[in-house]
């Protein structure tokens, strides 16, 4: 397996702390065994999220040093607004702080309550968004999506055969707006085929349904299409990104991944009256139209990243180090989500560690495992975010998968980086028949993942 030489040259460093073992220990147990009560300084090879993790360019730095911090019409906005012509082509946009603010501000122009929102898969945010609007999220991926083994190159898609069964079960008129993820980070960050994406907005259109795109990866499924899709080898990918936005009525999208920046975000649209409604409201919850929440700096950095995260170099290296590591994790026994999607790689916890059973959180295990072991942090998507207890039938639900995610900062961690997290989970590996589960200890109704507390088993 090739690892991509990157196209860049490192500048600026940010000193790592190799932590010992018993430090780790220690930390751990303060931690309640939850890895998002760690301290940062005590992670050694940061895998919790790809979400503002990224290194920005020099670029990026030097923009951000001629933002303009006008209250309004900054000049700063215009330089984005020119990007996002240029990439998105959508007739209108305001910023936003993050994605999640975009969605909240779509939910809330547009949404009411009892209304459904389907999509291939909801991010957790944009679930809980459609949610507190007494909205019902639904999600119709392919089934294939649920099979860690198949190799099937674009796992995101949408079953259009499932779309049309369910709009005509609730009604088109019930449904004030569609989605799809791209890629499909619930999912495994599988991409969505181009294909996929024209049956999509060929059957939202043929009902009205207005067709809004989560893009926060759009450039790595771009780049995914290119490579994997009939008829798109040799498409500049500026082309490709615009006959997929061509096909929408607007994104909603969090910067911090595709556009290299560490805050910001957007929601775009061509309808008129849409982005009136939504002037109103962002002015009430982020800011003035012109600046959405973000300093003009943000909005300088943002414009210079959008364009370096369509770089095809860049996405070649970006693509070709998380495929990287996928890939010498399956060569040392390591059973992942195949195939190595854009952002991440989903270690299949379940298959590693047969002898946990769900209630005692095998994703849960191997993610304070490969910390004690590594000072390795990735984050689980098993159990202790999804099982569900039904009050009807007394049962506790439990996912069919349970997962670990190694997300990839941008442009952060090198070759060696990653090789040392290979020979961490193959240690672990090594010892999985002697590792137990977990019992939680404490658990919030909502959202409990975040600030759970477990003790070992
Ligand atoms: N949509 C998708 C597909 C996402 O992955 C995220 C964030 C959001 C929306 C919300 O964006 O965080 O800027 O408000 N995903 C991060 C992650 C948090 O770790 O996967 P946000």
Request: charged share 25%.
């Amino acid at each position: 397996m090739n690892y991509p030489p990157e196209p860049f040259r490192i500048k600026m460093v940010e000193p790592l702390r190799r932590v010992t073992q018993e430090d780790r220990e220690h930390a751990l147990r303060e931690a309640g065994f939850n890895v998002f009560a760690l301290r940062a300084e005590d992670v050694y090879i940061d895998l919790l999220t790809d979400s503002g993790t990224g290194a920005m360019s020099d670029r990026q730095w030097g923009a951000a040093l001629t933002g303009d911090e006008s209250y309004a019409g900054a000049r700063s906005f215009f330089h984005l607004a020119e990007a996002m012509r240029e990439v998105f082509g959508f007739r209108h946009f305001v910023p936003t702080h993050q994605g999640r603010a975009a969605e909240n501000i779509l939910c809330a122009v547009l949404l009411r309550p009892g209304q459904y929102v389907p999509s291939n898969m909801h991010f957790d945010t944009t679930q809980a968004n459609v949610l507190a609007r007494d909205g019902i999220p639904e999600n119709l991926v392919i089934a294939l999506a649920a099979d860690p083994r198949s190799r099937d190159p674009f796992k995101g898609n949408m079953d259009l055969g499932r779309l049309e069964e369910f709009i005509g079960r609730v009604g088109a008129s019930n449904i004030p707006f569609g989605m799809i993820t791209i890629t499909n980070n619930a999912g495994g960050g599988q991409p969505v085929s181009l294909e996929n994406l024209r049956g999509v907005s060929a059957i939202y259109r043929r009902h009205g349904i207005p067709f809004y795109i989560d893009a926060c990866r759009y450039a790595e499924n771009a780049f995914f299409i290119r490579e994997r899709e009939a008829g798109q080898q040799g498409r500049p990918l500026r082309d490709i990104v615009r006959e997929i936005f061509a096909l929408a009525d607007g994104a909603t999208m969090s910067a911090k991944k595709d556009a290299l920046v560490n805050i910001g975000g957007f929601l775009a649209m061509n309808d008129d009256d849409v982005f009136q409604r939504v002037c109103n409201e962002l002015i009430l919850r982020e800011g003035f139209p012109t600046y959405g929440g973000l300093a003009g700096r943000d909005l300088e950095a943002m414009a210079v990243g959008l364009l370096e995260g369509l770089d095809e170099d860049y996405l070649a290296y970006r693509v070709g180090q998380t495929r990287y590591l996928g890939e010498r994790l399956l060569e040392v026994g390591i059973p992942i989500v195949e195939p190595p999607g854009g952002h991440a790689i989903y270690l299949d916890a379940g298959a590693l560690l047969p002898h946990i059973p769900h209630a005692e959180f095998p994703g849960q295990a191997l993610c304070v495992e490969l910390y004690r072991q590594g000072g390795i942090r990735g984050v689980e998507i098993g159990s202790t975010m999804f099982a569900r207890w039904d009050a009807h039938t007394g049962e506790m639900h439990y996912p069919e998968l349970e997962l670990v995610r190694l997300a990839l900062p941008r442009r952060v961690y090198t070759q060696a980086h990653l090789d040392y997290v290979v020979s961490v989970a193959a240690r672990v590996r090594a010892g999985r028949e002697a590792l137990r589960g977990l019992r939680l200890t404490y658990a919030p109704p909502l959202l409990r993942h975040f600030t759970c507390r477990f003790e070992p088993l």
